[in-house]
């Protein structure tokens, strides 16, 4: 049982980052990506054009980034204010 309100958003995906996106930053503002494809390629020209700083954490196509990558850039970037991923 949900026990929060529910935002109930009607556009397309990219719709909901730009969303999330506006919501929890102001422009300037220090992220970490964790980009592992196409999805990542797409948060990233989110953030660019919402003027987010962001570090980028990159792997090939078809690779992981591990919890020890994401680890070592929160440690690098211990400014940072949100960390954006796909799974």
């Given at each position: 049982?949900?026990?929060?309100?529910?935002?109930?958003?009607?556009?397309s995906g990219t719709g909901?980052?730009?969303?999330?996106?506006?919501?929890?930053?102001?422009?300037?503002?220090?992220?970490?990506?964790?980009?592992?494809g196409r999805w990542g390629?797409?948060?990233?020209?989110?953030?660019?054009?919402?003027?987010?700083?962001?570090?980028?954490?990159?792997?090939?196509?078809?690779?992981?980034?591990?919890?020890?990558?994401?680890?070592?850039?929160?440690?690098?970037?211990?400014?940072?204010?949100?960390?954006f991923s796909t799974l």
């Open positions: 049982q949900t026990t929060n309100p529910v935002v109930t958003i009607t556009s909901g980052m730009e969303a999330a996106v506006t919501s929890l930053l102001a422009p300037g503002e220090k992220v970490i990506l964790l980009s592992a390629e797409r948060w990233k020209g989110v953030l660019k054009a919402h003027q987010a700083n962001i570090v980028l954490v990159e792997v090939p196509y078809g690779k992981a980034v591990t919890p020890a990558m994401l680890e070592e850039s929160l440690k690098a970037n211990p400014d940072t204010k949100a960390v």
